[in-house]
C-alpha cells in the first residue's frame, strides 16, 4: 500500500509478511550547518563541540562535529518511512558512534532486516550510517508491526 501523509511525500507501507531477512533500505544525507543548529535548538544539547569553532578546534576533533543523535535519527527516518515504513513502532535501538560527522559530509543511512519473530509482530533491522563508505554509527533496533490491513 502507498500513502501520502504530507503534500508531495509518498510512503510504502509493509506489512509484516512483506518483511524478509536480508531486505534494506538506505538514504542519503548532506550534514549542513543549519541542520546541526537546528539539532540543538530542538534537543537542547548546546555543547559547544557542535556550535562554537572556537571550542571545538581545541577538542582532538579540531572542529565542530555533528551531534551524536543527528546521525542516528537518520534511522528513525528510515525505520518510519521506508523500512518498515509507516506504522512500525520503533521498540528499541543500540547504538555505537565510531567516528565523528562534520559538517558538509555526506551521510549514508542504512537498515537490514535480520530477524522477524512472526508471533509478536517483531522485526530487528541492523542499523549503520557511513561516510565515505566507512562506518561511524552502528547497531540494532526492534520495531513492532501492527495488523496487516485486510488485502
Not at 28 to 49: K, Q
Not at 56 to 65: C, D, E, L, N, P
Not at 76 to 103: D, W
Not at 113 to 120: A, F, G, I, M, Y
Request: charged share 20%; with cysteine.
Amino acid at each position: 500500500m502507498t500513502v501520502q501523509p504530507v503534500p508531495g511525500g509518498l510512503y510504502t507501507v509493509h506489512a509484516f509478511e512483506d518483511l524478509a531477512v536480508g531486505q534494506s533500505e538506505s538514504l542519503m544525507r548532506t550534514v549542513m550547518e543549519r541542520d546541526i543548529a537546528l539539532f540543538a535548538e530542538l534537543s537542547g544539547d548546546a555543547n559547544p563541540i557542535h556550535l562554537c569553532e572556537q571550542f571545538a578546534a581545541s577538542t582532538k576533533f579540531g572542529q565542530r562535529i555533528a551531534h551524536g543523535m543527528l546521525t542516528a535519527s537518520l534511522i528513525s527516518a528510515l525505520l518510519g518511512t521506508r523500512l518498515p515504513g509507516p506504522g512500525a513502532v520503533y521498540l528499541s535501538q543500540t547504538l555505537t558512534f565510531l567516528s565523528p560527522v562534520r559538517i558538509g559530509d555526506v551521510v549514508t543511512a542504512r537498515v537490514e532486516v535480520v530477524e522477524l519473530v512472526s508471533e509478536r509482530r517483531r522485526a530487528r533491522l541492523f542499523c549503520e550510517c557511513l561516510v565515505d563508505g566507512k562506518p561511524v554509527m552502528e547497531g540494532e533496533a526492534w520495531v513492532a508491526m501492527p495488523p496487516s490491513p485486510r488485502r
